[in-house]
């Protein structure tokens, strides 16, 4: 069975069509793939965080044990509820996908448990994928397609969002950031957490479009200048998102590693000033540091030293050879050196 209207989706993800004993969700946006897997198994079972309700496997799981998905699905639940076994695929590799698609086949029809549910969570499925085929012409599976939100699903998911805060935006600030939100789930949800504590959660207020100009920037690049500022700073998860909303708003990897080494380049040009006997304050205005970056950047110019920078230029300037290279993947290359560099910053105690 496949399903592919929003309407459809959520009415299944309420309430699992009668019958149905296995779910294939899949697509590009692992972000919303993973949100509704969490729904669905909230209906699935009782107890969605009971080890004793529930499997969780992954391929590495399937290699050990080529029998563990058939173990598992006739399994009985040991807590008395409804039994639910998870299964994440990351690799996409096909022997993995075909395990898991007989698996699927067999108990859609009852061939194991038949009051256990069938959870799959994968990436971005081709029509020629043994699993996506086996989910779509059961009667017992579900297939649902995962795509990238669409500016309508943006600003709903905005909304709903901002309203358990007490929070609401005018026309012109909700169509702002629609523009500027990356639509992968994961990363959106990030951001509004970010700009709810940015207004402040419980404000009971209605925001306007200038009210946000400083959250959001005035260009793409404020993003990234904001990646490399929490790279530098031993912030990974903040610089990696960072870098992914940039990439939304058209930042490609070489402009990622440019604002990581300009980066640089300011911390460097404050160090040396200061070691000529300018005080450090002033010597990061003197470098272009924006006021209100002003503190962060001091922080971490009192824990960077130039010949730490110096260990890390070798990295910077092959970052930037590889990015330019035709059919490089600039932007992974642009993340691996953000976390070479958050993991250096750390390690100096940021």
């Not at 209207?5 to 969700?25: H, M, S």
Request: charged content about 30%; some cysteine; aromatic content about 4%.
């Amino acid at each position: 069975m496949i399903l592919s209207r929003r309407p459809d989706i959520e009415r299944f993800l309420d309430q699992p069509t009668k019958g149905v004993r296995a779910a294939l969700i899949h697509g590009r946006d692992r972000g919303q793939v993973h949100e509704r897997a969490d729904r669905l198994a909230a209906v699935a079972t009782a107890r969605p965080d009971d080890p004793f309700d529930v499997a969780r496997l992954a391929e590495a799981d399937i290699d050990r044990d080529a029998s563990v998905l058939d173990s598992e699905l006739s399994a009985q639940s040991l807590g008395g509820g409804r039994r639910l076994v998870r299964l994440k695929l990351t690799d996409g590799r096909a022997p993995i996908e075909r395990a898991a698609a007989e698996a699927l086949k067999t108990h859609a029809e009852g061939g194991f448990n038949p009051d256990a549910f069938f959870l799959i969570e994968a990436g971005e499925l081709g029509r020629d994928s043994a699993l996506r085929r086996a989910a779509e012409k059961a009667d017992g599976a579900a297939a649902i397609v995962c795509y990238e939100d669409e500016p309508g699903d943006v600003a709903r998911l905005i909304r709903e969002s901002l309203a358990r805060d007490k929070i609401s935006l005018t026309n012109d600030a909700l169509d702002l950031v629609v523009s500027r939100l990356p639509h992968e789930r994961g990363v959106a949800r990030q951001e509004i957490e970010r700009l709810a504590l940015y207004i402040g959660p419980g404000a009971g207020t209605t925001v306007g479009a200038e009210a946000l100009t400083d959250f959001l920037g005035v260009e793409p690049e404020a993003s990234l200048a904001e990646a490399a500022q929490d790279a530098f700073g031993g912030k990974l998860a903040q610089a990696q998102a960072g870098l992914r909303r940039a990439a939304a708003e058209g930042e490609a990897g070489p402009a990622a590693v440019r604002a990581l080494s300009g980066h640089a380049a300011r911390i460097r040009r404050t160090l040396t000033a200061a070691q000529a006997g300018a005080d450090l304050g002033a010597a990061a205005k003197a470098a272009g540091v924006f006021w209100r970056n002003e503190r962060e950047f001091l922080r971490q110019a009192r824990a960077w030293t130039l010949a730490q920078l110096d260990r890390l230029q070798p990295d910077l300037l092959e970052a930037d050879r590889v990015c330019k290279q035709t059919g490089s993947p600039d932007r992974l290359i642009a993340e691996r050196l953000a976390m070479t560099i958050a993991g250096r910053a750390r390690r100096l105690g940021l």
